[in-house]
């Protein structure tokens, strides 16, 4: 029983502490930051102005190969204008761009808790 409640302690206190210190760049987020060294990078989110996170799987829309926004090795310029979802990477003479992560769109490959009950149980549980 202490073990359990030790878990639900942390787990709780876990979850209050991401959701306190997170906030998500979105398309209405201004951005111009300079990210200089990896201490920047912090389990799949790259740290910005000390206050906004950006997910470090943000797929590149510059051309053909499958980069993403983690794969680039600092130092580099983050530019992201307000009003929209392209993000603009300087690194020395290069210039990529990035198409932020809609987290309001539902994916397929990313099923909720719900979805997988309905799996389980089919749809008689709502």
């Known amino acids: 029983m202490k073990h359990l ?29 300079e990210i200089k060294n990896e201490e920047s990078f912090n389990r799949g989110f790259i740290k910005l102005n000390k206050q906004y996170y950006i997910s470090q799987n943000t797929k590149s829309i510059s051309n053909d190969e499958l980069i993403q926004l983690g794969d680039i090795e600092p130092p580099y310029s983050l530019i992201k204008n307000r009003g929209n979802d392209t993000l603009i990477v300087i690194k020395k003479s290069d210039t990529l761009f990035f198409k932020l992560i809609d987290y309001s769109k539902d994916n397929q490959y990313d099923p909720t808790f719900k979805d997988l009950i309905r799996s389980l149980f089919g749809d008689s549980i709502q």
């Open 5 to 33: 409640f030790f878990v639900v302690f942390f787990l709780v206190f876990a979850g209050c502490e991401i959701s306190n210190e997170r906030k998500i760049v979105s398309k209405e987020t201004a951005i111009n930051s």
